[in-house]
């Protein structure tokens, strides 16, 4: 099993930037197909912001991020990351990382992923 820890959320004013990190231990992304980023605002559904596959170089982002967010992998360091640029106070949410293995839940469906990690609390100030 493999264990996740986000670390980078903080308060920053609209038009910042932010970089996300997600650590894997215990265990190596190679082990699965795609790792996820995710959010969740208070009182909503948590939703898909990106996807990055491991082995390969195909990246994917939510249409409401995409322009502003850069998904990348440290294969060395076992490590993936959000660049998030521009940010907007709809931003603001908890963001976690998660690991998928391919299945017939759309890289989009939460119930794709599989080991998920705390979080990291982005709130974005007007």
């Known amino acids: 099993q493999v264990q996740l820890v986000e670390s980078g959320g903080e308060l920053v004013q609209a038009g910042g930037s932010l970089r996300l990190s997600c650590a894997a231990s215990g265990r190596t992304f190679s082990s699965y197909d795609m790792v996820g980023w995710f959010r969740q605002a208070p009182g909503k559904e948590r939703e898909f912001v990106s996807a990055?596959?491991?082995?390969?170089?195909?990246?994917y982002y939510a249409d409401s991020v995409k322009g502003r967010f850069t998904i990348s992998r440290d294969n060395a360091k076992n490590t993936v990351y959000l660049q998030m640029n521009s940010l907007k106070p709809e931003d603001t949410a908890v963001y976690s990382c998660?690991?998928?293995?391919?299945?017939?839940?759309?890289?989009?469906?939460?119930?794709?992923?599989?080991?998920w990690g705390q979080g990291t609390q982005v709130t974005v100030s007007s």
């Open positions: 998660a690991t998928r293995v391919y299945g017939r839940l759309s890289y989009t469906d939460v119930g794709g992923y599989d080991n």
């Open positions: 990055i596959v491991w082995g390969g170089s195909n990246t």
